[in-house]
C-alpha cells in the first residue's frame, strides 16, 4: 500500500529524473557548440590580429623563421610555416587530440585549431592558431555532476512542499480520514468531520454526514424500537401470567387440563426471559445503566452460587472454585451482576449431568468452564439468537448480553475449547 | 385488611383483584393519577400496589405525597420498567418493596403479607396459625411449641405457603420465588420438588395439620 501523497511524488520523482538525464546531453552539446564558436572567434581574431602584424611591417623569411621559433618556444599555439607550393588555400577549421605535454594525469587535450595562409614577399606561409578547448567527456561529467546535485536539490523540495501540502491541504482529507476511523455506530450520536475551506473536502463531509446520519437515525430507530417493543410485550406477558395463576386456582381441572396449564409456564417463562433479555440489551445499548460503583466479583460469584445451588444439585454438577486473587471492578453492580449470572447459568446449563464446572479468577481474568464434548464456532457463539444448542428455555440472548457490557466497559470476552471444556473467559 | 391497586392495566388489575381478595382482604382499584390522589387523601391501606406509569402523571409523586402527609401505608411499587434506577428511587422515596413486571400473583401476595407484616407487628414478629408459630426475624419455627430446625429455603417456603393459603401455587412461582429473578434462565425447576418433600417431612415429623397439599399436573397448596 502507498500513501495516497507518496504517489505523485513518485511520478514527479521519475518524471525530473528523466527530463534531468535528457538535458545532460543538451547541455554538453550547447556548452560545447558554445566554448567551439567562441574560440573559432577568437582563433579568428587572432588571426587577423597576426596577419596583420606580419603583413604591414616588412619581415624577411629569416625573420619570420625567427619569429615563429620564438613563438614556438613561447607561445605554442601560434605558428607560421613556409609552403613549398605557392598558392593560397582557403581557410580551415580543424580539431585535433595530442596528448597533455606537462600533465601525463590529464590524459590528453583537445585542441581547436584554425589554418589559414598568407602571403609574405611572396612566400606562401600558412599560419594555425590552436587553443586548448575543454573535452566533451570533461564537459559531461561536470554537467552531469551539477544536475545530479540540483535532482538531489529537487527531491528534497518535493518531499519538504509534499509535507507542506499533505500538513495544510490534505489535513481535512485525513482529519475526516481519522473521525471515521473512531467512529462508532453503537456508541457515538453524532459524527464530528472538520470543517473545511476545499470544495472537494467539503462536498466529501456533506455527503458523509448525510451518509452517517442516516445511519445513526435508522441505528437509534432500530434501537428504540426493540426497547419499546419489548416494553409494550411486558403488559400482555404480565396478563397472560396472571391469568395462568388464576387459572390453576379453579376447582374441578381435570388431570388433563392441568397438565396443558403447567406445560405453558415453560414456554411463558422463555418468553419473559427473551423479552427481559432483549430489553436488557436495549437498555444497555442505550447507556442507560450509568451508576457505577466499585464492586467485589469474588462475592457476586459466591452469591450466584448460593442462588444457583439448587440447579447445580438437581444436575450433581461438580463445581470447582478457585480464586487465587481478589478481584474488584468498577462498573454498574446490575449489569455486573448479569454478566456473572449470565456466565454461571450458561455453563449450569449446557453441562450435561454430572458434569464438571470450574470457575477461576486469575488476576484481572474470570475464566468459566464447563465439560463438554465438541467446539463450538466463536463467531457465531456470542451473535444473538445464533441457535447453536436447541434447547428450549435459552433466551439465545444470555452470551450476546455478556458480549454487550463487556463492550461496554472495554472488557475482553473470549471463547476456547480445550481438553474437554467450554472455557468462557472476561478480563476485566 | 384493605388494599389499594394504583394499575392503569384493567385487566391485570382485575386479576389482582380476583386473587387477593378473600376474607382477610379488601381491594380497591383505581386506574389514573388523580382517583389515585383522591383515594390516598381520603382513606387509608394497609397496603398500596402502585403501577409507576399511570395516565396523569408520574406514579413515583403519589409516593412522594403519602410520605410527606406521613401517612403509614405500605407501598410496592409494581413496574414494567424493571429499571434499577426506578427501584432505587422508589425505595428511596420510602416504598417497602418492588416488583417487576410480569410476575406471579402469588409473589405479589407474599410480598403484601411480608409489608403488612412489617406495619402491623413492629415489636411482635410472630405468626402464628393453630400449632405453627412461626419467628420472622429469628427465622424460627416451633410446631406445638418444640422448635424445628427449616433450612432458610424451606423457611422462605413455609412464609410463602403461609402468604399464599388456600391458593394453588405453581411450580414456576415457587421456583421463582426461591430463585429469585433468575429463575427462568432454567428448564428444569425439579429442586422445588425436593424442597417442598422436605419441609412435608419436618412439617410431618413435628405432627403439624398436613396443610400442604400436592395439586395434580398444577403445583401446591397449603390448604387450611
Not at chain 1, 22 to 46: A, C, G, K, R
Not at chain 1, 348 to 355: D, E, L, M, P, S
Not at chain 2, 135 to 152: M, Q, R
Request: hydrophobic share 40%; aromatic share 10%; net charge negative.
Amino acid at each position: 500500500m502507498t500513501k495516497l501523497l507518496d504517489r505523485p511524488l513518485k511520478a514527479f520523482t521519475i518524471y525530473s529524473l528523466v527530463i534531468l538525464l535528457i538535458s545532460i546531453p543538451v547541455y554538453v552539446f550547447v556548452v560545447d557548440q558554445i566554448w567551439v564558436s567562441e574560440l573559432d572567434e577568437n582563433n579568428w581574431l587572432t588571426l587577423e590580429h597576426t596577419k596583420k602584424r606580419l603583413t604591414s611591417r616588412a619581415f624577411t623569411a629569416d625573420d619570420l623563421e625567427k619569429i615563429n621559433q620564438i613563438w614556438g618556444e613561447l607561445q605554442p599555439g601560434v605558428s607560421i610555416t613556409k609552403m613549398d607550393e605557392p598558392k593560397l588555400l582557403q581557410d580551415s577549421v580543424y580539431e585535433v587530440v595530442r596528448p597533455n605535454e606537462y600533465d601525463s594525469d590529464d590524459g590528453e587535450d583537445r585542441f581547436r585549431g584554425l589554418k589559414s595562409h598568407l602571403l609574405i614577399n611572396g612566400e606562401s606561409y600558412q599560419i594555425t592558431i590552436e587553443t586548448n578547448v575543454e573535452e566533451a567527456d570533461e564537459t559531461l561529467l561536470a554537467v552531469a555532476v551539477v544536475t545530479f546535485f540540483f535532482f538531489v536539490i529537487l527531491i528534497i523540495g518535493f518531499i519538504l512542499l509534499n509535507r507542506r501540502i499533505a500538513a495544510d491541504s490534505w489535513r481535512p482529507f485525513y482529519q475526516i480520514l481519522s473521525s471515521l476511523q473512531s467512529f462508532d455506530l453503537t456508541k457515538d450520536s453524532v459524527l464530528h468531520l472538520p470543517k473545511t475551506d476545499i470544495q472537494e473536502f467539503q462536498q466529501l463531509t456533506q455527503s458523509l454526514e448525510q451518509l452517517v446520519n442516516k445511519n445513526i437515525s435508522t441505528y437509534q430507530q432500530q434501537k428504540s424500537f426493540i426497547e419499546n417493543a419489548s416494553h409494550e410485550l411486558q403488559t400482555p406477558i404480565a396478563l397472560l401470567k396472571s391469568k395462568l395463576d388464576l387459572l390453576i386456582q379453579k376447582k374441578g381441572l381435570t388431570p388433563e387440563i392441568a397438565q396443558i396449564l403447567s406445560s405453558i409456564e415453560a414456554p411463558l417463562s422463555r418468553l419473559t426471559r427473551i423479552n427481559k433479555n432483549l430489553l436488557l440489551l436495549a437498555k444497555v445499548e442505550n447507556h442507560q445503566y450509568t451508576d457505577q460503583a466499585s464492586l467485589s466479583v469474588n462475592q457476586l460469584i459466591g452469591s450466584s452460587l448460593v442462588l444457583f445451588e439448587d440447579y447445580i444439585y438437581d444436575k450433581n454438577l461438580s463445581v470447582e472454585h478457585a480464586s487465587e486473587a481478589t478481584l474488584s471492578v468498577i462498573s454498574n453492580s446490575f449489569l455486573l451482576e448479569t454478566l456473572i449470572h449470565n456466565l454461571l447459568s450458561n455453563a449450569i446449563r449446557h453441562t450435561a449431568v454430572k458434569g464438571k464446572v470450574i470457575i477461576r479468577l486469575e488476576g484481572k481474568t474470570l475464566i468459566i468452564a464447563n465439560s463438554g464434548t465438541h467446539p463450538l464456532d466463536e463467531k457465531q457463539l456470542f451473535e444473538r439468537f445464533s441457535a447453536l444448542s436447541n434447547e428450549k428455555v435459552s433466551s439465545g440472548l444470555g452470551l450476546a448480553i455478556i458480549k454487550e457490557i463487556s463492550k461496554k466497559y472495554n472488557w475482553q470476552v473470549g471463547y476456547r475449547f480445550e481438553n474437554g471444556y467450554h472455557t468462557l473467559s472476561v478480563i476485566f | 385488611m384493605k388494599i389499594l391497586i394504583i394499575e392503569d392495566e384493567t385487566e391485570l388489575a382485575q386479576d389482582m383483584v380476583k386473587y387477593l381478595t378473600n376474607e382477610q382482604f379488601r381491594c380497591e382499584w383505581v386506574s389514573d393519577h388523580k382517583s389515585a390522589m383522591e383515594k390516598i387523601y381520603a382513606y387509608s391501606y394497609d397496603c398500596i400496589l402502585l403501577d409507576l406509569m399511570l395516565p396523569g402523571g408520574d406514579g413515583l409523586s403519589i409516593l412522594k405525597e403519602l410520605k410527606d402527609h406521613n401517612k403509614l401505608d405500605g407501598v410496592i411499587i409494581i413496574s414494567a420498567k424493571n429499571s434499577t434506577e426506578d427501584k432505587i428511587r422508589g425505595l428511596k422515596l420510602g416504598a417497602d418493596d418492588y416488583l417487576a413486571k410480569p410476575f406471579h400473583l402469588a409473589e405479589l401476595a407474599a410480598r403484601i403479607e411480608s409489608v403488612i407484616r412489617r406495619k402491623q407487628f413492629d415489636n411482635n414478629n410472630i405468626i402464628t396459625q393453630n400449632e405453627l408459630s412461626i419467628d420472622i426475624y429469628a427465622k424460627t419455627l416451633a410446631v406445638h411449641g418444640l422448635p424445628t430446625s427449616l433450612t432458610k429455603k424451606e423457611f422462605d417456603l413455609l412464609l410463602f405457603f403461609i402468604g399464599n393459603k388456600n391458593r394453588v401455587l405453581s411450580k414456576g412461582a415457587l421456583a421463582e420465588h426461591l430463585s429469585g429473578d433468575f429463575a427462568d434462565m432454567f428448564d428444569n425447576h425439579d429442586f422445588v420438588y425436593a424442597h417442598v418433600k422436605n419441609l412435608k417431612k419436618k412439617l410431618r415429623e413435628s405432627d403439624y395439620g398436613g396443610y400442604i397439599k400436592t395439586m395434580y399436573g398444577t403445583g401446591y397448596k397449603w390448604e387450611i
